[in-house]
């Protein structure tokens, strides 16, 4: 069978196992989708903006499903009291009460569907829904250009930096390189990759010379790693490059960085001399992203 259709049976033998074609999920009175918004609100409350980002929901979608738990006295959505421009949503008491039943059901569920498996199966279920796990959500990844100084983008860079200092020997200063003017939209170009509306990767495009873009601060989440992310956000940024005027492009990194030299590596990248006085880069290296234009 084909991968979409191992997936396509995939996806019908577990909703049909899950109950997530019921009209009452786990017997509680409600669909799986008002079921699950339950869930992600959680015990500390969510945006509205964070639900829908999470859900992948719009807006008329997640109003009529707030709604509905309104209605049923589950949640109240009010005003943030820090950004009237923002609506947070709140469990009520018998909100939280229901969100406890759909967690002992589900651990309920789960461990019914596993009980006849071995412990060796077990183990082997769990590696295999892992991986698929992360394969999936990897390859739903959204891709987009923000300004480098939007809060997903500093959120981003703060995960950079800080796994930086964690690695680096004599760990990491960011000194001056908070800096996002040379990476900002009319100069260069910044992307954030986001799943359930959090970051999960970034890099960033700027000019170095006429002709040359040089991608920095490029970061993959640990948890996300081993599932081409990595290989994905490096060609969308040579495609920025690209689309910015720049036909080659250059990076540098830590020698301790050794996944990001492979990945550099297989990418076709060749190292070249320092071109640059950063001092906490060890290799650098360029490609050429673009074929020579003909001289006119």
Same mark, same amino acid.
């Given at each position: 069978?084909?991968?979409?259709?191992?997936l396509?049976?995939?996806?019908?033998?577990?909703?049909?196992?899950?109950?997530?074609?019921?009209?009452?999920?786990?017997?509680?009175?409600? +669909?799986?989708?008002?079921?699950?918004?339950?869930?992600?609100?959680?015990?500390?409350?969510?945006?509205?903006?964070?639900?829908?980002a999470?859900?992948? /929901?719009?807006?008329?979608?997640?109003?009529?499903?707030?709604?509905?738990?309104e209605?049923?006295g589950?949640?109240?959505?009010?005003?943030?009291?820090?950004?009237?421009?923002? =609506?947070?949503?709140?469990?009520?008491?018998?909100? =939280?009460?229901?969100?406890?039943?759909?967690?002992?059901?589900?651990?309920? #569920?789960?461990?019914?569907?596993?009980?006849?498996?071995?412990?060796?199966?077990?183990?082997?279920?769990?590696?295999?829904l892992?991986?698929?796990?992360?394969? %999936?959500?990897?390859?739903?990844?959204?891709?987009?250009?923000?300004?480098? !100084?939007?809060?997903?983008?500093?959120?981003?860079? /703060?995960?950079?930096?800080?796994?930086?200092?964690?690695?680096?020997?004599? !760990?990491?200063? +960011? !000194?001056d390189?908070? *800096?996002?003017?040379?990476?900002?939209?009319?100069?260069?170009?910044?992307?954030?990759?986001?799943?359930? !509306?959090? +970051?999960?990767?970034?890099?960033?495009?700027?000019?170095?010379?006429?002709?040359v873009?040089?991608?920095?601060?490029?970061?993959?989440?640990?948890?996300?790693?081993?599932?081409?992310?990595?290989? /994905?956000? #490096? =060609?969308h940024?040579?495609?920025?490059?690209?689309?910015?005027?720049?036909p080659?492009?250059?990076? *540098?990194?830590?020698?301790?960085?050794?996944?990001?030299?492979?990945?550099?590596? /297989?990418?076709?990248?060749?190292?070249?001399? =320092?071109?640059n006085?950063?001092?906490?880069?060890?290799?650098?290296?360029?490609?050429? %992203?673009?074929?020579?234009?003909?001289?006119?």
């Amino acid at each position: 069978m084909t991968t979409t259709e191992v997936l396509r049976r995939f996806n019908r033998t577990y909703t049909q196992r899950i109950g997530a074609l019921d009209e009452s999920f786990l017997g509680l009175g409600l +669909p799986l989708g008002s079921a699950r918004l339950v869930f992600e609100v959680g015990e500390d409350g969510a945006t509205v903006r964070d639900l829908r980002a999470r859900l992948g /929901r719009d807006s008329g979608q997640l109003a009529r499903q707030l709604r509905r738990l309104e209605d049923d006295g589950l949640v109240l959505v009010a005003p943030d009291v820090e950004d009237r421009r923002r =609506r947070t949503v709140r469990l009520t008491a018998k909100g =939280r009460a229901f969100r406890r039943r759909l967690d002992d059901r589900s651990e309920q #569920l789960a461990e019914r569907l596993v009980a006849p498996l071995t412990a060796r199966q077990r183990e082997r279920l769990a590696e295999a829904l892992a991986t698929a796990d992360l394969l %999936v959500r990897a390859a739903t990844v959204e891709i987009r250009s923000v300004h480098p !100084g939007a809060p997903t983008a500093q959120q981003a860079v /703060r995960s950079y930096f800080d796994e930086l200092d964690a690695r680096f020997p004599g !760990g990491f200063d +960011p !000194g001056d390189h908070h *800096d996002v003017d040379h990476m900002a939209p009319g100069a260069g170009a910044f992307v954030v990759a986001t799943s359930d !509306g959090e +970051p999960v990767a970034c890099g960033g495009v700027q000019a170095i010379g006429p002709g040359v873009g040089e991608i920095k601060r490029m970061w993959v989440h640990p948890g996300w790693r081993g599932a081409g992310l990595g290989s /994905r956000l #490096l =060609r969308h940024l040579e495609e920025v490059a690209v689309e910015l005027g720049h036909p080659t492009v250059r990076l *540098d990194t830590n020698g301790t960085l050794v996944e990001a030299i492979a990945m550099y590596e /297989r990418a076709g990248y060749r190292a070249i001399e =320092r071109y640059n006085d950063n001092p906490y880069a060890q290799a650098f290296f360029e490609k050429r %992203v673009a074929p020579v234009s003909p001289r006119g």
